[in-house]
């Protein structure tokens, strides 16, 4: 079993809709975890880094951490064909290595 | 410059080549790492650079992949004798800290072995 599990996908959403994206995670070490997006043959961007269990709303983006049940999510409220990417959790603990999910592929049709 | 930036942006190689790929992080940052992502997953971590030391290369998949960082700013990935397994993108990313800060990450190596 792979540390981080990330919903496969992919999803396809109309303009404007809300985009739920899901993570589950077995290391209790995680101590901070991020959200990169990425682009088709492009480098992962980071979009939000939390280090602690709650939400944390940037934007359009909220991000969702439960560290009791080792589960994350990022929210994208009022969905774009921009929005139209890979977007990978990422996990970290003290010893500095992120691990990252496998992505999940998100498009938005206008 | 304001990113991470890599070079060559793609590289194909005849299996057994060696090839060398190249990283030259955000100014000042102190953290670096290596990440290989094979199409469809999420990157795998490779290495970690603290300035000029090499603190982990846990993640390096054999003895004929090498990094270095000799003087704390640009740093090299070579693969020596490639095999058709390396194919992959090979990420580079950056940190202004030490563990728990934000990667930020380059725009990758295509590596291709035929």
């Known amino acids: 079993q792979k540390e981080v599990e990330q919903d496969p996908g992919p999803l396809s959403v109309p303009e404007g809709a809300i985009v739920s994206l899901n993570c589950t995670y077995s290391n209790s070490a995680f101590q901070y975890f991020m959200w990169y997006r990425q682009y088709s043959r492009k480098g992962p961007e980071l979009l939000m880094y939390?280090?602690?269990?709650g939400n944390k709303e940037d934007g359009r983006f909220t991000a969702q951490v439960d560290k009791s049940s080792k589960y994350i999510s990022l929210f994208i409220r009022d969905s774009q064909p921009s929005d139209s990417a890979t977007y990978l959790c990422?996990?970290?603990?003290?010893?500095?290595?992120?691990?990252f999910g496998a992505g999940t592929t998100v498009t938005v049709r206008a | 410059g304001a990113g991470v930036s890599q070079s060559p942006r793609y590289k194909v190689a005849k299996r057994g080549q060696d090839v060398a790929l190249r990283c030259d992080p955000i100014?000042?940052?102190?953290?670096l790492f290596w990440y290989q992502q094979a199409l469809g997953q999420g990157p795998e971590f490779l290495t970690y650079f603290q300035n000029e030391a090499q603190l982990d290369k846990s993640g390096l998949p054999s003895d004929r992949f090498f990094a270095e960082r000799p003087e704390g700013s640009v740093s090299t990935l070579k693969i020596q004798r490639t095999q058709q397994e390396d194919s992959a993108v090979y990420l580079c990313?950056?940190?202004?800290?030490?563990?728990?800060?934000?990667?930020?990450f380059g725009p990758g190596t295509r590596l291709t072995v035929l």
């Open positions: 939390t280090y602690s269990s």
């Open positions: 990313a950056s940190s202004a800290g030490l563990a728990g800060n934000e990667q930020f």
């Open positions: 990422a996990p970290g603990s003290n010893d500095y290595k992120l691990s």
């Open positions: 100014s000042g940052h102190v953290s």
